[in-house]
């Protein structure tokens, strides 16, 4: 039986470094996440398996390459301060909170929140990400504006408050613009009020709903 380790170190060099991401932090980091550890009992078995693992209810974690692509078109450094929306299980705040300063990952799902809150604790990395319960499509004004947007569910347009929310002298946001079964990863970068767009890549996120409010 390999080690996880070696099936880490397996997946980073096969699926991401074999297929064009050559980012070396990225690498890094996504060879230091515990992916397994994030991912629960019943499938662990397939956590650097290339393809999404589900993860609670139908939401899922997205594949390894998906992920490592997400955090490498952001262009994350230190002084980064990270939103994520959809934080899911938490594993890629775990990712991008390697790369940046600080990651506020809101999630809707109690549930979820609870789940990456646990799995970010065990990966010691608490107090580099703050799980939010909310929704997510209103962003997080509060610590608004941020550098780096990465929305991990799909929507046929881009939420204007997430542009609003992000920084205006070149902030970058990635974001899986289209419907259920057709989607485009978007890159979009802001700079005095300009926004930019690029097509990634063909994706399939699980939706991003809308019109969600706290229980509290
Ligand atoms: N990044 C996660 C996977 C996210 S899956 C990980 O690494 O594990 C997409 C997540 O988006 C799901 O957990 C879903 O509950 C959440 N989601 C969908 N709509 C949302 C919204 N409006 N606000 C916040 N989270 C939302």
Redesign the pocket.
């Given at each position: 039986m390999p080690s996880w380790e070696q099936l880490r170190n397996e997946m980073v060099e096969g699926q991401l470094r074999g297929r064009g991401i050559s980012d070396e932090r990225v690498l890094q980091a996504m060879n230091q996440v515990p992916r397994h550890e994030?991912i629960p009992n019943t499938n662990r078995g397939s956590a650097y398996a290339d393809e999404p693992q589900p993860?609670?209810s139908q939401?899922?974690?997205?594949q390894p390459y998906m992920?490592a692509l997400m955090a490498a078109s952001l262009e994350l450094n230190e002084t980064d301060m990270v939103l994520?929306?959809?934080?899911?299980?938490?594993?890629?705040?775990a990712v991008m909170a390697l790369l940046a300063r600080h990651v506020y990952a809101?999630?809707?799902?109690p549930a979820?929140v609870n789940l990456a809150r646990s799995n970010l604790a065990r990966a010691q990395l608490t107090e580099r990400v703050t799980v939010i319960t909310?929704?997510?499509?209103l962003g997080y004004q509060h610590c608004s504006p941020f550098s780096a947007i990465s929305v991990?569910?799909a929507a046929p347009t881009i939420p204007p408050i997430l542009l609003d929310q992000l920084y205006d002298k070149g902030g970058r946001m990635v974001m899986p613009v289209g419907h259920a079964h057709g989607q485009d990863l978007q890159l979009i970068r802001k700079c005095d009020g300009e926004i930019k767009q690029w097509s990634v890549t063909a994706c399939r996120?699980?939706?991003?709903?809308?019109g969600?409010t706290s229980p509290n």
């Open positions: 994030f993860i609670y939401q899922t974690i997205s992920v994520e929306v959809g934080g899911g299980s938490g594993y890629a705040a809101i999630e809707r799902e979820l909310g929704d997510g499509t991990a569910a996120f699980v939706p991003l709903r809308a969600w």
